[in-house]
């Protein structure tokens, strides 16, 4: 049973880029969310798409956006690169299972280590 | 708004003894769940232990539980046993609302460093 899968691995851009990154769901997940880390802190929430829709968002600009495939993957585009986009991007899948409050675990991919020079 | 908060940037423990990783939050949604994850220097968040608002019973799973106390908003990370292995950085996180699939919010994190 694949994790979530994350490409690419590494990625080193010039500010004022653009970028994709993509994620591949854990097999029978349907929801996807994506995360930046920046070093030394802790993962600050994107965006996150169900049913090929953004049904949440955090505190970040238009810049970052994305997008959900009919088979869950999901892409996350950042356009405009800053120097203060360098960062690891997570991606976490979640599936439409029955449990308490707060749902069920959240399964993270390796990430993109994103490079802005 | 959803607040995680670690006040350890880092911890030291002997391999073999048990450590405390703590852990407080803030909400007002009576529905939510706590996570803790560890991400070693690799990079990729593992999922160690789940407890939701409404468990009666303090969550458990092998070597680590979850000291969960509503009233003081604290859910903190026991781990027993502490391998070398164990090294890493861990996070707590919360996620509200009682939907199985919302943001999670993260705290900063802590930093723990198993001695031989």
Avoid at chain 1, 71 to 92: H, M
Avoid at chain 2, 25 to 41: E, H, I, N, V
Avoid at chain 2, 80 to 107: P, V
Wanted: glycine share 10%; proline share 4%.
């Amino acid at each position: 049973d694949a994790g979530v899968t994350q490409s690419p691995t590494h990625l080193i851009k010039t500010r004022g880029q653009q970028v994709t990154l993509r994620c591949s769901p854990k097999s029978g997940h349907d929801t996807v969310s994506w995360y930046q880390q920046a070093l030394g802190q802790g993962p600050q929430f994107i965006f996150q798409y169900y049913e090929e829709e953004e049904r949440q968002r955090g505190n970040f600009p238009d810049r970052f956006s994305g997008h959900q495939f009919p088979n869950y993957s999901s892409e996350l585009n950042v356009n405009a690169l800053l120097l203060g986009d360098s960062a690891l991007y997570l991606c976490a899948s979640t599936g439409t299972g029955d449990r308490a409050a707060g749902g069920t675990e959240q399964y993270f991919g390796p990430g993109t280590r994103l490079t802005v020079t | 708004a959803q607040k995680i908060t670690q006040t350890q940037p880092g911890m030291f423990v002997q391999e073999k003894e048990a450590v405390t990783l703590d852990c407080t939050y803030d909400t007002s949604d009576p529905s939510y769940g706590l996570f803790w994850y560890k991400q070693p220097s690799s990079g990729e968040m593992i999922f160690l232990i789940y407890q939701g608002s409404y468990d009666q019973q303090n969550a458990t799973e092998g070597r680590y539980s979850l000291n969960f106390q509503k009233a003081r908003k604290s859910a903190n990370l026991v781990i027993s046993a502490s391998q070398l292995g164990d090294s890493a950085m861990y996070f707590c996180a919360m996620r509200e609302g009682g939907t199985n699939a919302g943001k999670s919010t993260f705290g900063d994190g802590t930093t723990l460093t198993v001695k031989p």
